[in-house]
């Protein structure tokens, strides 16, 4: 039986690097989830083939609590919300390995590693490690949650000597962990555990509400790492193949993102930035004594209509509005007018990776037309027009203008190069960064003020007359 486990263990993994494959592109993102759906529940058969395996009414019991809830939150769930919906989810998998590694400390004997007290010194390691890295996750990510849903504050929690404190208790945590393998003490256990808990609130919560994207990534790293770690003390294969390809893959996507924002990952991670100091100062005295063209839906249509070409930049404005499917009806309106139309998508645009790109794909905006700013900057000085709907801080000149901004190095978006940039915002209020908006105040932008889903519609009602 234990080698036919194996085997199902090894197709289950190959699902998984198959599903991460698929999700690389938006049209076989579908096909990926399937693969990873069905590499998960050959995990799960395989699990609850084995012969030690008991209490099987308590298991189905769990599986369907846990599935009822799933399916009521994906049924629920706002697109809008996702990210922070990733965010907690992460935070379930950082608790999870902290009770597993617990079970594994207290009844050994039901994994096969060993007896209470009786432990090999590798097992309590990978034990203390998992539990380590599980719990910070825990925290971090419910901080994460927080900071996107709004419940805490997006400016990042700055205090002297936070650094020392962080690199003090990282310290404490890796004595710990020592300790806990030379003495297998409960005490040195849950001490780790309380430390890294503690860890956990203090790296997330100095890192700006700008900065998230990278956070999600990179608890998502966490994650994976945590349940590598407690594969390795199950002697568990699949959860070590699939634990390090989350962490692996978290890992990656948190370095193309902070490349994206021209930021070191160590600054993200013990800095952040955006809503500090320099961006309130930023943000109070811009644009005070300026002036905006301000415009109406009506304006924009004609303008648009009589364009050659339009690129349209959406951003976390068009996600809280859900105006894809209005955006989406304008584009089909203006290509049936000779426009050409194409969707301009900045790495850390929305609230996590990849969110607007699933917007855009629930509309059934056509892959093709969706391109990455490394892929459209340079037409942007050749463009008619640009839409921008809720792009705040990824269209800020002053990421390349202002050395003191808080945003300054990060690639932006090169919409003040076009002839006309027509922009959706509620206000003139700064965006999540905490800094005003140059682009507000050049010539050639008018604004838009209104709900963007709102704004849109009376642009399509405008083309259709």
Known sequence: MEQY??????????????????????????QGNRLGMIGMGLAVLAVLSQP?????GLILLAIAIGGTIGTVVAKKIEMTALPQLVAAFHSLVGLAAVCVAGAAFYAPQAFGIGEPGNLPVGNLIEMGLG???????????????????????????????????????????????????????DTMFWGVVILALVLGFLLILPIGGADMPVV???????????????????????????????????????????????????????????????????SGGAGGDKSVRAG???????????????????????AVAQAQHALREMADHLKKEGV?????????????PGHMN?????????????????????????????FVIGANDVTNPAAKTDPQSPIYGMPILDVEKAKTV????????????????????????????????????????????
């Open 216 to 282: 999600v990534s990179m608890l998502n790293s966490y994650s994976g790492w945590a349940a590598c770690g407690i594969g390795f003390t199950l002697q568990n294969t699949l959860l070590i193949i699939t634990g390090a390809l989350v962490g692996a893959s978290g890992a990656i996507l948190s370095y193309i993102m902070c490349k994206g924002m021209n930021r070191s990952i160590f600054n993200v991670i013990l800095g952040g930035f955006g809503g500090g100091a320099t961006a309130a100062a930023a």
């Open 422 to 465: 027509l922009f959706i915002k509620r206000s003139m209020a700064a965006g999540y960064a905490g800094v005003d908006n140059e682009l507000f105040f050049r010539p050639n932008t008018m604004m838009l003020f209104g709900d963007a889903k709102k704004v849109t519609e009376d642009v399509v009602k405008a083309l259709e007359a």
């Open 52 to 56: 030690q395996i008991g209490n099987y």
């Open 340 to 352: 050409s139309v194409r969707y301009a998508i900045h790495p850390v645009a929305g609230r996590m």
């Open 131 to 185: 539990a380590a890295i599980g719990a910070i996750t825990f925290t971090g990510s419910i901080i994460a949650f927080g900071k996107l849903q709004g419940i805490v504050g997006g400016k990042p929690l700055v205090f002297p000597g936070q650094h020392m404190l962080n690199a003090l208790l990282g310290g404490a945590i890796i004595v710990g962990v020592v300790l806990l393998a030379l003495g297998q003490s």
């Open 358 to 386: 699933v917007l855009l794909a629930e509309a059934n905006v056509p892959y093709d037309d969706v391109l990455e700013l490394e892929d459209i900057n340079r037409d942007f000085a050749s463009t008619d027009v640009v």
């Open 5 to 30: 486990t194996q085997y199902l263990y090894l197709i289950a993994g190959i699902l998984f690097i198959l599903a991460l494959k698929g999700l690389s592109s938006p049209d076989s993102a579908r």
């Open 296 to 318: 109406s839906a009506e304006d924009a249509a004609f303008i648009m209509k009589n364009a050659s070409s339009v690129i349209i930049v959406p951003g976390y404005g068009m």
